[in-house]
T-cell receptor, first 115, second 114 residues
Framework: DGGITQSPKYLFRKEGQNVTLSCEQN?????MYWYRQDPGQGLRLIYY???????QKGDIAEGYSVSREKKESFPLTVTSAQKNPTAFYLC??????????????FGAGTRLSVL | GNSVTQMEGPVTLSEEAFLTINCTYT??????LFWYVQYPGEGLQLLLK?????DKGSNKGFEATYRKETTSFHLEKGSVQVSDSAVYFC?????????????FGKGTRLHILP
């Protein structure tokens, strides 16, 4: 089945540690996105990538980093500079033809907590 | 700027009640409008969409009509079920933009009581 796979489902970070969240898609989509979801705040865009080897900062990129070396993969690293990382992280992707454009497909999310 | 405003929750209804979740938007030009649903512990799923004025999106008994004159896209369902309990997000995109970004509302949590 085509879809987006995020792993792990739950992740714990120690003080000063960098952690990486995985996002893989087999939908052949060009564009991929990372969102952060906090209770009562909706979704906030962290980073997005419209093509391999290129990505742009979203609204809350500070303390995060990404890479896009393959079309299928868009990992997110939460660095030690992110002082409040506890949240639910969602990855999404979208196609680029006119009919598919702007419809995003989401993974099941990773819940990150600080130890 | 471009934005989406939706009614704050939580909204609590009894099974078989009529549901309306209000959504209004601010955007330049002619956005595409969406409703996404998030079931507990999961990611978001597209529920329905409309791409031009007076279009009606529908799915799973839910409907929403793109009203340009009132800049609204209210979500309705005639008879809700316990399984409809979820968080609902109204969203818009600007198809002519290069960046493909979606602008989401803050979400409305819906509780349906048996």
């Amino acid at each position: 089945d085509g879809g987006i796979t995020q792993s792990p489902k739950y992740l714990f970070r120690k003080e000063g540690q960098n952690v990486t969240l995985s996002c893989e898609q087999n939908l052949n989509h060009d564009a991929m996105y990372w969102y952060r979801q906090d209770p009562g705040q909706g979704l906030r865009l962290i980073y997005y990538s419209q093509i391999v080897n290129d990505f742009q900062k979203g609204d809350i990129a500070e303390g995060y980093s990404v890479s896009r070396e393959k079309k299928e993969s868009f990992p997110l690293t939460v660095t030690s500079a992110q002082k409040n990382p506890t949240a639910f992280y969602l990855c999404a992707s979208s196609g680029t033809n006119y009919l598919a454009k702007n419809i995003q497909y989401f993974g099941a999310g990773t819940r990150l907590s600080v130890l | 700027g471009n934005s989406v405003t939706q009614m704050e929750g939580p909204v609590t209804l009894s099974e078989e009640a009529f549901l309306t979740i209000n959504c209004t938007y601010t955007a330049t030009g002619y956005p595409s409008l969406f409703w996404y649903v998030q079931y507990p512990g999961e990611g978001l799923q597209l529920l329905l969409k409309a791409t031009k004025a007076d279009d009606k999106g529908s799915n799973k008994g839910f409907e929403a009509t793109y009203r340009k004159e009132t800049t609204s896209f209210h979500l309705e369902k005639g008879s809700v079920q316990v399984s409809d309990s979820a968080v609902y997000f109204c969203a818009l995109t600007l198809p002519w933009n290069r960046d493909d970004k979606i602008i989401f509302g803050k979400g409305t949590r819906l509780h349906i009581l048996p």
